[in-house]
């Protein structure tokens, strides 16, 4: 079996190319992006301009009309079964809706991934999935809980448990925080940051919240006109004469989650 | 590879373990027992972590797990070559260590047969009753729109007309055409002994009018439309868009199952009069060929010895059993609640209960009618 070495240099993610299509409408075209290891980059565009899509593309769910994409420099296309595998143990995705198992438990959840691809005692795996639920910030009481038992939140965060179970390399997250009240918002933008520090995780993060943006996202990718219009961080998107990414950064909300970060910063420097 | 690997000594202050290597969640199932085991040891207890390569979480929450239990009883435990990478995870996993039940163990009860035997019939009744309920306010809503003929959707009822009807003819055709043939071909075998061979035409002409026909077609339509519309119905209550309606002020009884009764209760009798033909045209080509009866002289004599109640039996129960079929499908879509399992459970119950209840109401209709002399 060839293990897909971890310790590689260059881009974790490189899409090159990109085109997607349903029907005639042209979603992606020549669309290029790179994920540096490590990093959390956020991306951001209007509604319908494909985030989701593109990240399906990266995940192997969706196929492409034209283009190339490699995971740990590897093709994802016309991977042997087995390198397949082994690619996918590396993510962690957290959906939009959460797409918990509905005939499982919570708990029973987060233990899937390790009953795939590990055998360990019920005794450890139980212990795993109770700390995972802590991680995500989730009380043990939610543990035996049905997903259809839990709101919207909390079956965000039994999600991010799962996701986070094999202890993903790289984390593909779509809209975490939306539909969290801006307390656990925050909490999460905290966790996914100690995450990132403490494991060395890569994060794909797909988001509207200007505030997580401001706060975690190392650079962020604007999506645009099928293509993304540029990938850098939040200062450097301020000075580029786009009409979006000028209404987007610099519209209300956008000014008042600068004034906050700015306010941020200020106080973490005393 | 990635492994882990521990290097156990004894030195004079104690126990020394030194590891290399990854400890990941890969490799933990080897390394949690070996690092449980130690957990009682009363020897104080060096870790060195100096020649680790990676810990992910479930690495530092293993050795979280070791330093805390050695805690707890006293023992001395000192950790060396610890990172700040390492110290901050076993801190984090730390902090969201807990214990979590994993499903609720099912309880044992004494008389466990009693309980489920009255969880049963107090689920029938509230079944039951829900179902009545359920029928009085489609009834309702059926002679409101009745009475007001504009508030009916045609556009959805020509649809499901064609989702039920039109679509449905292949199959109902071909299965009554191998039924009509079934009918005669075993027919002729026994009636052959009496030499009775011609009376092929009786038995298939009168049972598929009156009964096959109707009850074969009402089958398959249970099957093909009564489920659809459960799990469609089903589906959108688990999306919110039964609950959407509502708060638009489209009331969802009059949206989504009016349409559907109104569709199956047209449709079934024109596809059990379909059926009832196919059935004939099968049974018309097996006497030809086996027992040598021309096509015209097979319908001469069956216009001979059918009755006209016969067929007006079979047209007759066609639509009741259709409201049957899309009352129950519509229904059990309603009942859905929770999660994706629901949709499967109510869908067999509303196929299995419209099945079921065709079969009994045709048992009724068969002394029904001969009562009335049509037989």
Not at chain 2, 336 to 364: C, P, Y
Request: proline letters at 4%; hydrophobic letters at 50%; a neutral charge.
């Amino acid at each position: 079996m060839s293990v897909i070495k971890d310790d590689q240099r260059g881009p974790i993610i490189q899409v090159e190319g990109l085109r997607n299509q349903f029907g005639s409408q042209i979603v992606h075209e020549d669309l290029d992006l790179s994920v540096n290891r490590g990093e959390i980059i956020g991306v951001v565009g209007g509604s319908g301009t494909g985030k989701t899509v593109l990240m399906r593309s990266i995940l192997g769910l969706q196929e492409f009309a034209a283009g190339k994409i490699s995971i740990f420099g590897k093709p994802i296309t016309g991977l042997a079964e087995k390198e397949e595998l082994e690619v996918r143990r590396r993510f962690g995705v957290l959906f939009q809706n959460g797409a918990l198992f509905s005939t499982l438990t919570v708990a029973e959840n987060v233990q899937v991934p390790l009953r795939e691809f590990h055998s360990m005692t019920t005794e450890l795996m139980d212990e795993i999935a109770g700390y995972k639920l802590g991680l995500a910030g989730l009380g043990p009481e939610a543990g035996p809980k049905y997903p259809s038992e839990l709101s919207g939140g909390m079956r965000k965060r039994a999600a991010l448990a799962r996701a986070l179970s094999l202890d993903p390399r790289l984390l593909f997250l779509d809209e975490p925080t939306a539909g969290l009240d801006p307390i656990g918002a925050a909490a999460f933008d905290h966790l996914i940051l100690e995450l990132r520090d403490a494991l060395g995780l890569t994060v794909f993060l797909i988001t509207h919240d200007l505030d997580t943006l401001y706060t975690i996202c190392d650079r962020v990718a604007v999506l645009a006109d099928r293509r993304v219009l540029a990938a850098a961080p939040i200062k450097e998107l301020l000075e580029i004469d786009h009409p979006w990414i000028q209404d987007y950064f610099r519209g209300p909300r956008g000014r008042s989650a600068m004034a906050g970060d700015r306010e941020n910063r200020k106080l973490a420097g005393t | 590879m990635e492994t882990a690997t521990i290097h156990d000594e004894r030195t004079e202050e104690g126990r020394r373990l030194t590891l290399h290597g990854r400890l990941t969640v890969r490799v933990i199932e080897d390394i949690s027992p070996r690092l449980r085991e130690m957990e009682d040891d009363p020897v104080p207890l060096t870790l060195d972590l100096g020649g680790m390569k990676r810990v992910d979480t479930t690495g530092a929450w293993v050795l979280y797990r070791l330093v805390e239990h050695r805690t707890e009883q006293g023992f001395i435990t000192e950790l060396t070559g610890l990172t700040p990478r390492i110290e901050a995870l076993m801190a984090q996993v730390g902090k969201a260590n807990q214990m979590t039940t994993i499903r609720h163990p099912i309880r044992k009860r004494h008389f466990h047969l009693l309980a489920r035997i009255g969880a049963w019939v107090e689920g029938g009744i509230y079944q039951f009753g829900t179902f009545l309920a359920f029928l009085g306010l489609t009834m309702l809503a059926l002679v409101r729109a009745l009475m007001h003929p504009r508030r009916l959707r045609w556009l959805a009822i020509l649809r499901q007309a064609e989702v039920v009807g039109v679509s449905a003819l292949g199959i109902v055709g071909l299965m009554s055409f191998l039924v009509g043939i079934v009918i005669a071909q075993q027919g002729a075998v026994q009636l052959r002994q009496f030499g009775a061979e011609v009376f092929v035409i009786n038995l298939v002409g009168r049972i598929t009018f009156r009964e096959l026909g109707v009850l074969m077609t009402a089958i398959m339509v249970a099957g093909r439309s009564g489920s659809a519309f459960a799990a469609q119905i089903g589906s959108m209550k688990l999306a919110e868009e039964v609950d959407a309606m509502r708060t638009i002020g489209m009331p969802p009884i009059e949206v989504l199952v009016i349409p559907r009764l109104i569709a199956t209760t047209i449709a079934m009798p024109l596809l059990a009069f379909y059926g009832a033909i196919m059935a004939i045209v099968g049974g018309t080509l097996i006497s030809w060929l086996q027992l040598g009866i021309p096509p015209a002289i097979f319908i001469l004599r069956l216009q001979e010895v059918v009755p006209l109640t016969d067929v007006l039996v079979g047209l007759i129960k066609a639509p009741v059993f259709g409201i049957i079929i899309a009352v129950t499908g519509c229904f059990h879509g309603m009942q859905v609640e929770g999660s994706a399992e629901a949709v499967g459970e109510k869908t067999t119950a509303a196929v299995v209960q419209s099945i079921f209840l065709v079969i009994v109401l045709d048992a009724f209709f068969a002394i029904f009618f001969t009562a009335l002399g049509w037989a």
